[in-house]
Nanobody, 125 residues
Framework: VQLQASGGGLVQAGGSLRLSCACV??????????MGWFRQAPGKERDFVAA????????FYADSVKGRFTISRGNNQNTVSLQMNSLNPEDTAVYYC?????????????????WGQGTLVTVSS
């Protein structure tokens, strides 16, 4: 399984960015796979941001992003996007797309089997 993330960049505080991630399994689109986003700021641990189940039955957000970020799955279920609005400098981090096939704590890095390469989001004040 490979995850390809894109969409990071530099934005001013109050601005918006959209991250996208595609999941490919042996050359074909992934299926039946939960996907989510984590982020890691310099010198800090990798933290949960948002996740959505493969059927869209549930979504979860970190408290710090609720009301500002929206996670969504593509119609073919192998893509996930993160719309980030009202960004502030505390959102600056490398954002990682993650995917998993099995149950577990949705906000724990330990339950995700696959990780993208990370995309940098920088919010200037």
């Amino acid at each position: 399984v490979q995850l390809q993330a894109s969409g990071g960049g530099l934005v001013q505080a109050g601005g918006s960015l959209r991250l996208s991630c595609a999941c490919v399994d042996s050359g074909r689109a992934c299926s039946r796979i939960d996907m989510g986003w984590f982020r890691q700021a310099p010198g800090k641990e990798r933290d949960f941001v948002a996740a959505e189940s493969w059927r869209g039955a549930w979504t979860f957000y970190a408290d710090s992003v609720k009301g500002r970020f929206t996670i969504s799955r593509g119609n073919n279920q192998n893509t996930v996007s993160l719309q980030m609005n009202s960004l502030n400098p505390e959102d600056t981090a490398v954002y990682y797309c993650a995917a998993r096939r099995y149950y577990g704590d949705y906000n724990s890095t330990n339950t995700y089997d696959y990780w993208g390469q990370g995309t940098l989001v920088t919010v200037s004040s």
